[in-house]
């Protein structure tokens, strides 16, 4: 905000005489004030008091946040879209999969065209569970919320969008046996 600035004499007689010789625009659109009328006083909202902190308390932590939950408890806590029978021995790692495509190593730009591929072949050759291995990651070194696993993270986001989206049925957690939270089950639609 701008500090007023103090005029003159001078500069503020120049001022008047120039103000006095101005017209107003639309001069018929600005209602007068009442000559005794006071502004009425801004309504002010009250807020919520705040509690005091001092060092070496305890946070609140009773009230909601609004952070994502892990990756790994959204895709467990999803609806199921297949079979149950088949959901439950898939879960149980009783399923095996019929195809595994390993993304070790890769960069995100040389691993998003290799999921599309295997994923449209394996939906041609008829193929219905497949395994996705991403690996874990490497351990969080404290700048990263959910550690570096890239593709870990981007694989079932890749997964729910176009061209895979029409072939893909669910997408879990591998069970242990297969790879654990290094690898997703990838149920695909049957080929129409």
Known sequence: MRRPRHLSPDDKAVWDHVRAQVKPLHAQKRPKP??????EPKKVT???PVAPFSVGTK???????????????????????M???NFLRMKAGKLKPEGRLDLHGMYQDEAYP???A????????????????TGKGR????????????????VPQ??????????????????????GDGAYYVYLRRRK
């Open 83 to 85: 079979d149950a029978k």
């Open 114 to 116: 290799e999921l599309i």
């Open 139 to 154: 351990v969080s070194d404290g700048w990263a919320p959910e550690g570096r696993g890239v593709l870990r993270r981007h």
């Open 118 to 133: 295997f994923i449209l072949n394996a939906q041609a050759a008829g193929k219905r569970l497949v395994l996705v291995i």
């Open 59 to 81: 946070a609140d932590i009773t009230r909601p946040h609004d952070i994502l939950p892990p990756l790994r408890d959204r895709l467990r806590s999803a609806p199921v879209a």
């Open 46 to 48: 009250p807020r919520p």
């Open 158 to 179: 890749w997964l729910q969008l176009q061209p895979l989206s029409p072939a893909v049925l669910e997408v879990r957690p591998a069970h242990l046996k297969h790879g």
């Open 34 to 39: 009442a000559p005794d009328a006071e502004p």
